[in-house]
């Protein structure tokens, strides 16, 4: 793990403080999960739409005609 000196303003510090001991935890911690997650939710995941596998969700609604505009982009890739 790395130690690191950050700036933070006063209020947000001053509500993570709150928090932490409100749960009875160190405010580092508080921070700590805090940076983490935003890791996962916005650094982390690079996924493709091209890695995403399909999901069948059942038959089709209709038949897809040569005027659907999807079509042409599927069959390109087939």
């Known amino acids: 793990m790395k130690t690191?000196?950050?700036?933070?303003?006063d209020a947000v510090y001053?509500?993570?403080?709150?928090e932490a001991q409100r749960m009875k935890r160190p405010t580092?911690?508080?921070?700590?999960?805090?940076?983490?997650r935003f890791h996962e939710q916005r650094l982390a995941r690079r996924t493709s739409l091209r890695d995403i596998r399909p999901y069948d969700s059942?038959?089709?609604?209709?038949?897809?005609?040569?005027?659907?505009?999807?079509?042409?982009?599927?069959?390109?890739?087939?």
């Open 14 to 18: 001053q509500d993570f403080a709150l």
């Open 28 to 36: 580092a911690e508080l921070i700590r999960q805090a940076m983490e």
């Open 4 to 9: 690191i000196t950050i700036n933070v303003d």
């Open 58 to 78: 059942g038959g089709a609604v209709k038949p897809l005609t040569s005027e659907d505009d999807i079509l042409g982009e599927m069959l390109e890739r087939a």
